[in-house]
């Protein structure tokens, strides 16, 4: 069978076919893009960036390009030819591959997957993407469409603003140890967080190399900066993995003990704060039972959630979790806070924080647990978030989302409030 001279070569692109697996992986078998990145064969590190970076790009505007592909479709290919054309559409669209290299990449993804009689379907559909594609999207309403309603209903009048953020990838925010100077490329933020931009990678930046540095969200940092860690006090981190705010509470000079529930988590977990220099108590157990010896001063609780704010990060979210989830969840953060108050000692403090935007895993579960637990709300003032001064609520929260900082490039979504225990 002859070939178009550019469709011949491409059947080995190793990115491709990572991103087809990874795609696959979050859509067909439900699995997070973090574990199925893990799971990929060795492939060069670039290759695998690339690879991500495609995939969560289909992932990330998935409405739209379902919408584009709508019309030149007939009927419904199977699932993986689907995806082969929503990685093609992705590069097409929003990445700005060339046109013959998105097609030529993307039949020969089709061909060496054994999905030959779909490779001529592949080729005809996405070259007229790439003719009249463009011109589609002008038409199209984008962020409704890449965003599930069940989310955009949550998130009320923000949904918009909020959807937009997503199109983009987020940037590289690191949090540093006490002393260590802002590295030359970084942005420092108001609020101490050195930001780079987006597809920065980790490994070309001195200070993480050197173990004085690690990854963390500008609005992930938030809750331990609130809760204000001093030294020689005794604070649990209750839901502690991969680490970051122990390693910010621990560099503080406090006491403390990292709690975690997952036991596969637990190595990560203590192989960053080992790199940082940093030491605190690890133990593998569910916070909820767990006693410690005495009443602690303070205790962090960031809580199992939905993980909502972080779709910009991690765009499989969508595809991971359901609006039932958030009940459920709303349960089990009930059960965490619960016995995070029986912990502390009078007078000591509890920063709650999800990275969650959806009102019932915030707002809903602080005023739950004032109406049986013996606490108060400590209010955050807004001196305490430099530059995010907007994000305090009237009750004295902080409820963070991706459309804040535009400017800057975002940031995630995280609800925390400060509870004093009567």
């Not at 209903?153 to 923000?158: E, H, L, Q, T, V």
Request: glycine fraction near 8%; proline fraction near 8%; hydrophobic fraction near 45%.
């Amino acid at each position: 069978m002859k070939h178009d001279d550019n469709t011949s070569p491409l059947s080995s692109d190793p990115t491709r076919s990572a991103a087809l697996s990874l795609l696959s992986a979050v859509l067909d078998r439900h699995r997070s893009m973090e574990e199925a990145l893990d799971s990929l064969p060795s492939i060069d590190s670039r290759d695998k960036a690339a690879a991500h970076r495609l995939a969560a790009t289909a992932l990330r505007r998935r409405g739209t390009i379902d919408t584009v592909l709508d019309p030149y479709l007939k009927r419904v290919p199977p699932p993986l030819v689907m995806h082969v054309l929503r990685l093609g559409a992705a590069g097409l669209l929003f990445l700005d591959t060339p046109a013959h290299a998105a097609v030529a990449t993307a039949v020969g993804l089709a061909r060496a997957k054994n999905l030959e009689k779909f490779a001529g379907l592949v080729n005809a559909v996405l070259r007229r993407v790439s003719e009249s594609g463009q011109a589609a999207l002008e038409e199209l309403d984008s962020p409704r469409l890449d965003t599930p309603p069940w989310l955009w209903k949550g998130w009320d009048k923000d949904a918009r603003a909020i959807a937009i953020a997503h199109q983009t990838e987020a940037p590289l925010d690191i949090s540093l140890l006490p002393g260590e100077p802002v590295p030359e490329d970084g942005q420092l933020l108001p609020t101490g967080s050195v930001r780079f931009p987006a597809g920065t990678r980790v490994a070309d930046i001195p200070a993480f190399v050197a173990g004085r540095a690690w990854v963390q969200d500008a609005a992930a940092a938030l809750p331990a900066r609130i809760l204000n860690a001093q030294p020689g006090e005794h604070i649990a981190d209750l839901c502690a993995a991969p680490g970051g705010k122990t390693a910010q509470m621990a560099a503080a000079g406090a006491h403390v003990t990292a709690i975690e529930l997952l036991s596969a988590r637990v190595p990560r977990l203590t192989a960053n704060l080992e790199r940082l220099g940093l030491s605190a108590r690890i133990i593998t157990g569910d916070a909820a039972t767990w006693k410690p010896e005495g009443k602690l001063d303070a205790i962090l609780l960031d809580a199992p959630c939905s993980a909502t704010g972080t779709i910009r990060r991690h765009p499989d979210v969508p595809y991971l979790k359901q609006q039932g989830d958030v009940q459920n969840l709303a349960a089990m953060q009930d059960r965490l806070l619960t016995a995070a108050v029986g912990l502390l000692q009078p007078g000591g403090r509890l920063v709650y924080a999800v990275c969650s935007m959806q009102p019932q895993e915030g707002p809903d579960r602080i005023a739950a647990a004032l109406s049986w637990l013996p606490v108060k709300i400590d209010p955050i003032r807004r001196s305490e978030v430099p530059g995010l001064e907007s994000a305090v609520t009237r009750e004295g929260y902080v409820r963070t989302h991706p459309a804040l900082w535009p400017e800057e490039g975002g940031l995630d979504g995280f609800f925390i409030a400060r509870l004093r225990r009567l």
